[in-house]
């Protein structure tokens, strides 16, 4: 069975502060990856995809960038927070070939101060 | 603007009742999902219905690709179906890699 684990839980930083936010697939080789962000009560939101190893896409602008390190493992991060990146952070996976049903890992709630 | 529009934005029923949720699709699209977001903001994939009917339980899920529109009807409501259940299409313009998500419905359910 896959898996998907995300890290940290919850983060409270400052504004100007890095930040690193992961994710690890395991039992699915190849996975699509995608990092989704929701401001609190706002919409779902794609922010990159990759579908391979050193292949990311960005989707939307947020002053965040993603890489793939790995084949199971996606990092979202920045080296300046703004206020503005404050939500809920979800990784999610799908399998690689046809088809884009998601499976959502717990989720990062960050809190920008 | 906005691809995906969902109704109704809240809902509040009795324990027992029945809910329907409807989502309509601005673009042509692929195929969409239903999601259930728990209180923690964690989301659970309910169906990935491209079209036709689909049950899992009291849940069923209709898509109907050339009008636009899914509709997920919950049966016998319970207070643990209470979260916010979201919809998402795969444009069909699109490079299959992108879903696009209503703002959800917020399903209370009272004892």
Known sequence: AQTIHQWPVAEIKAVGSPLSLGCTIKGKSSPNLYWYWQATGGTLQQLFYSITVGQVESVVQLNLSASRPKDDQFILSTEKLLLSHSGFYLCAWSPGLGGLTLYFGAGTRLSVL | ?111
């Open chain 2, 1 to 111: 603007g906005q691809q995906v529009q969902q109704s109704p934005a809240s809902l509040v029923l009795q324990e027992g009742e029945n809910a329907e949720l409807q989502c309509n699709f601005s673009t042509s699209l692929n195929s969409m999902q239903w999601f259930y977001q728990r209180p923690g903001g964690s989301l659970v994939s309910l169906f990935y219905n491209p079209s036709g009917t689909k049950q899992s339980g009291r849940l069923t899920s209709t898509t109907v690709i050339k009008e636009r529109r899914s509709s997920l009807h919950i049966s016998s409501s319970q207070t643990t179906d209470s979260g916010t259940y979201l919809c998402a299409m795969d444009p069909q313009q699109g490079t299959g890699s992108k879903l696009s998500f209503g703002k959800g419905a917020k399903l209370t359910v009272s004892p």
